[in-house]
Each structure stands twice: as C-alpha cells, then as structure tokens.
T-cell receptor, first 115, second 112 residues
Framework: AQSVTQLDSQVPVFEEAPVELRCNYS??????LFWYVQYPNQGLQLLLK??????LVKGINGFEAEFNKSQTSFHLRKPSVHISDTAEYFC?????????????FGQGTTLQVKP | DVKVTQSSRYLVKRTGEKVFLECVQD?????MFWYRQDPGLGLRLIYF???????EKGDIPEGYSVSREKKERFSLILESASTNQTSMYLC???????????FGPGTRLTVT
C-alpha cells in the first residue's frame, strides 16, 4: 500500500531561522506531490504542488520544496520563518489514475515558531 | 477565487441524533470528499464521490453515509451520532482524485 511519512511530528524553531519539514513517500510510479498548511481551527490550504517539470517548486508565503525521485522525498523548506508560520503542515501524494486514484496524506508536522 | 463552504463551523449534538453536515463547492468539480481529522491520526477519508449520485467508501465509512444529488453539494450523514464521532470534519473538492484538493473551513462536531 502507498504511504506518506512525515518524519517529525513537531518542529520547534526560532523566528528568522531556516526550517525543513521532511516528507517521504513509497511509490515506484509517477506521483503528484503536495504540501498543505492548516492554521488553528481552519481547513487545509494548498502551499505548493509538484506535477512534473522542475524538481524545485516554489509556493506561497516563501516556502519551497524539492522533489527527489531517487530518495522518494519531497521536503518543505523556508529560509527564514515568521511567528505567523506556526501551523500544522501536511504532505500528500496523489497516486493512481482515474476514479481509482487517491490523495494520501501524511500524519502532519506541527511547526512551532518561537520569538 | 475557489470556494468550498461547510454549513456549520461548530455543532453540538446528542447521542443518537441524526446529523447532517453539508458541503458546497463553486468550482464545478466532479470529485468531492469527506474526511475526519483527529489529533495524532491525521486526515482519514470517510467517503468520496466522483460524480452526481456516485459514492465510494473511504477508509472509515462505518457509522456514516453520504448523499450527492447535485454536482456542487455533498452531504455527510451520521444516522445515529455517537460520542466517538466527536471530531473535526473536513470537506474537499477536486477535478481529479489525484490532483490538489480544495478544502472547506471544517466543522467541529461534539457529540455528548
């Protein structure tokens, strides 16, 4: 079965420091990759997506992610975080085709930005 | 701007009540989804629909049913609410099951 693993459940970091949230997936075929952010008591908002092409993907709020096919990873990075980035982040993988396809979510990583 | 709306942000129901959660999208998407979100368990798919009147079970369909009579509307029904259905419920829509999904703001349901 396909799976998505977010390697850290919580990541504490100081404001203006860089951050990396790690995501690995299991798949031997082409996939689509996504990162979502969820602020408290809100729905999920798409940060960025990889469908094809350049392996470095830029998203909203200064985030970027790199698709690494050989390591089956899609880690999320930001060079300098703000207090407002405190939220839960979900990695997701779209796998399959047609109506049998699925979007599989990781368990989430809570990013805690400290002043 | 794309939009998915859910009928309630917060809902409190009693055990045994029938509960309806409504979701509406304005993007003309074929696919709609219902998830529940619990701490430490991430998002779990309850049901999804890839067309009007079509539905498929997700990973945790027990205790739930759904209805999709119109393309833009997808309802989740708890036939007889139980305390273990206290959770955050998220609705989403997409143009394909493997592409990005757009989420509503969520309904936090408490069953007492």
């Amino acid at each position: 079965a396909q799976s998505v693993t977010q390697l850290d459940s919580q990541v504490p970091v100081f404001e203006e420091a860089p951050v990396e949230l790690r995501c690995n997936y299991s798949s031997s075929v082409s996939v689509y990759l996504f990162w979502y952010v969820q602020y408290p008591n809100q729905g999920l908002q798409l940060l960025l997506k990889y469908l094809s092409g350049s392996t470095l993907v830029k998203g909203i709020n200064g985030f970027e992610a790199e698709f690494n096919k050989s390591q089956t990873s899609f880690h999320l990075r930001k060079p300098s975080v703000h207090i407002s980035d405190t939220a839960e982040y979900f990695c997701a993988v779209g796998h399959g085709s047609g109506n049998t396809g699925k979007l599989i979510f990781g368990q989430g990583t809570t990013l805690q930005v400290k002043p | 701007d794309v939009k998915v709306t859910q009928s309630s942000r917060y809902l409190v129901k009693r055990t045994g009540e029938k509960v309806f959660l409504e979701c509406v999208q304005d993007m003309d998407h074929e696919n709609m989804f219902w998830y529940r979100q619990d701490p430490g368990l991430g998002l779990r798919l309850i049901y999804f629909s890839y067309d009007v009147k079509m539905k498929e079970k997700g990973d945790i369909p027990e205790g739930y049913s759904v209805s999709r009579e119109k393309k833009e509307r997808f309802s989740l029904i708890l036939e007889s609410a139980s305390t273990n259905q206290t959770s955050m419920y998220l609705c989403a829509s997409s143009r394909s099951p493997i592409y990005e999904q757009y989420f509503g703001p969520g309904t936090r349901l408490t069953v007492t």
